[in-house]
């Protein structure tokens, strides 16, 4: 199997990551590694392709963002880690529903680390606790690669999800590991996260940076 490089890039403003995702994507071929970005996002609402804007319930100074990832209308902010998996689907061998299955259960699978039981839900993408929702996906799929990712809860303010239906269900409530005995910060969610998801797609190798790659700095 390939080999997986890890990028953990810090706090990015969301549409300039979003242009990466492309630019990398766009330019790449069959020889171009997988990569993983470990990340944050300044404070922002994005609607994904199927988002509609009666689900965003009270306007609010976090700018809002549509989208290409598929999915409703969710909230990023600093304390929730995100990864955005920038995968050759055709080279792993695997579907969309098994590449979400694969995030799901690694998600799951941390949180179990932490005695914390986590599960998935079959009509609703993500991951939840006691009925709360943790962690979101969401994905969009350009010549047989994908872009964006998940979104783990870990340490942030969840009060901005309270102004929007979030990933579009009235009500749904939210929480985030930290308030639950599991991993406090990002930085001890994200390398726990990532490993899992590499053992998960049976890369053979990582290499691990905190450079942006080449084509997003040219």
């Known amino acids: 199997m390939s080999n997986l490089i890890i990028r953990t ?3 990015q403003p969301y549409q300039q990551c979003w242009q990466w995702m492309q630019d990398f994507t766009n330019s ?5 590694a997988d990569e993983l970005w470990l990340l944050e996002h300044d404070p922002v609402f994005t609607l994904g392709q199927a988002g509609k804007e009666e689900h965003i319930l009270s306007q609010t100074k976090i700018p809002i963002v549509k989208a290409d990832r598929g999915g409703q209308v969710t909230y990023h902010g600093p ?11 055709r080279r792993l061998k695997i579907s969309v529903r098994d590449l979400v299955t694969h995030m ?4 799951i699978g941390l949180l179990n680390e932490y005695g914390i039981e986590a599960y998935a839900k079959c ?24 872009f964006h990712g998940l979104a783990l809860n870990v340490d ?3 009060s901005p999800f309270l102004t929007i239906n979030p990933c579009g269900y009235a009500g749904m409530a939210m929480t985030q590991s930290s308030a639950l005995g ?3 910060t990002t930085s001890e969610a994200a390398p726990k996260l990532a490993k899992l998801l590499a053992e ?3 890369y053979a190798a990582t290499q691990h940076t905190d450079q942006l790659p080449s084509v997003v700095n040219d």
Do not use: F, H, W
């Not at 799901?104 to 998600?107: D, G, K, P, R, Y």
């Not at 993408?125 to 010549?143: C, E, F, H, N, T």
């Open 9 to 11: 890039i810090g706090q």
């Open 28 to 32: 790449r071929d069959s020889s171009t």
């Open 79 to 89: 304390g929730q880690q995100i990864i955005y998996l920038l995968l050759d689907l």
């Open 104 to 107: 799901e259960q690694a998600i």
């Open 123 to 146: 009509d609703a993408p993500g991951v939840y606790v006691d009925d709360a929702k943790i962690a979101s996906l969401g994905l969009r799929v350009r010549k047989g690669c994908t």
């Open 156 to 158: 942030m303010d969840l």
């Open 182 to 184: 599991g991993p406090n």
């Open 200 to 202: 998960r797609l049976g």
